[in-house]
Nanobody, 115 residues
Framework: VQLQASGGGSVQAGESLRLSCATS????????MGWYRQAAGEQRDLVAE???????SYAESVKGRFTISRDNAKNTVYPQMNSLKPEDTAVYYC??????????WGRGTLVTVSS
C-alpha cells in the first residue's frame, strides 16, 4: 500500500479528529498531497490539499475548522479536523498528485459524526 491512511472513527458533533496519511519518501517529496471525502450516495470531493512547497487550500465547507499539514520527517500528511459536524460524516481518502503520472489513492478511512 503506497498511501496508508488512518485515524477515522466515531465522534460527537463539536469534537475533533486527526487523520494521517503515511507514504514513502519518494511519493511524499514529489507529490502534492490531498484529502478527499465521499459521503454515502455522493461524489468524492476535495477537502484539503497541501502542495510540495507547503501551500494549502480547503473546501469552503471546512475552512476555519480543518488544518492540513505535512511532517517531512515522517513522510506523513495530517488533516486536523475540529468542530466536526454531522455533515462531515464520510469516507476520507488520501491522494498523491504530480504532473507526470496518474494520482495515487489510499484506502479510505471512515469518519462518523453524530449529533
Amino acid at each position: 500500500v503506497q498511501l496508508q491512511a488512518s485515524g477515522g472513527g466515531s465522534v460527537q458533533a463539536g469534537e475533533s479528529l486527526r487523520l494521517s496519511c503515511a507514504t514513502s519518501r519518494g511519493i511524499f517529496v514529489f507529490n502534492d498531497m490531498g484529502w478527499y471525502r465521499q459521503a454515502a450516495g455522493e461524489q468524492r470531493d476535495l477537502v484539503a490539499e497541501i502542495t510540495r512547497r507547503g501551500a494549502t487550500s480547503y473546501a469552503e465547507s471546512v475552512k476555519g475548522r480543518f488544518t492540513i499539514s505535512r511532517d517531512n520527517a515522517k513522510n506523513t500528511v495530517y488533516p486536523q479536523m475540529n468542530s466536526l459536524k454531522p455533515e462531515d460524516t464520510a469516507v476520507y481518502y488520501c491522494r498523491a498528485d504530480n504532473p507526470f503520472s496518474e494520482p495515487t489513492w489510499g484506502r479510505g478511512t471512515l469518519v462518523t459524526v453524530s449529533s
